[in-house]
């Protein structure tokens, strides 16, 4: 199994050899940050799910300084914040919205955001904004709700993975000395 993941993530040279992260290399060259065991690589799908639900371009670097405070697999981190894309993190942020409208009793339903007019573009501004307070505190217990229960399915799927593998392994090699 590490053979497989290995060969699809980068390695410490590509770390070495980039101007932009030279200044980092005594951090990012970590020995734990690259192996790749059953610990590491659970770990370092936790981080990876917890993260991706991080808005935008944050996402990468929240994965990143999460996998140096936690030492776990830096690349398998990175690589695992990838489930939010363009088709996914919609129905993401309106599963967290829900969750959170759940979490907190609100049982008023979807708030609509306002029409766009663009004749009283003022009003529609402040009524975007109070839409968005409207919002944000649902949204925001969901999204860490969504993150820390993604994190926690992901961290024990990954350890069953591997130890199902290595029983698996285990037991071929026994059938075939």
């Not at 040279?13 to 200044?23: G, Q």
């Not at 009003?123 to 926690?152: F, H």
């Amino acid at each position: 199994m590490r053979r497989n993941l290995a060969k699809y993530l980068p390695d410490q040279e590509t770390i070495r050899r980039n101007a932009w992260l030279r200044p980092f290399q005594s951090a990012l060259l970590h020995p734990r940050l690259w192996h790749l065991n059953r610990h590491s690589a659970a770990g370092a799908v936790a981080a990876g799910l917890f993260c991706g639900l991080i808005p935008g371009p944050l996402q990468v670097i929240g994965a990143a300084l999460a996998a140096l405070s936690f030492r776990v697999n830096l690349p398998l981190a990175l690589l695992v914040t990838l489930y939010t894309n363009p088709l996914t993190i919609v129905p993401l942020y309106l599963l967290a919205y829900q969750l959170g409208r759940l979490l907190t009793g609100d049982s008023a339903g979807f708030a609509a955001p306002p029409e766009f007019s663009a004749a009283a573009f003022v009003g529609w501004t402040e009524a975007m904004q109070a839409w968005m307070l409207v919002v944000a505190k649902p949204l925001a217990l969901g999204l860490i709700t969504l993150a820390c229960g993604l994190a926690v399915a992901g961290y024990l799927a990954t350890r069953a993975a591997w130890r199902l593998y290595l029983i698996h392994r285990w037991r071929r090699r026994r059938q075939h000395p």
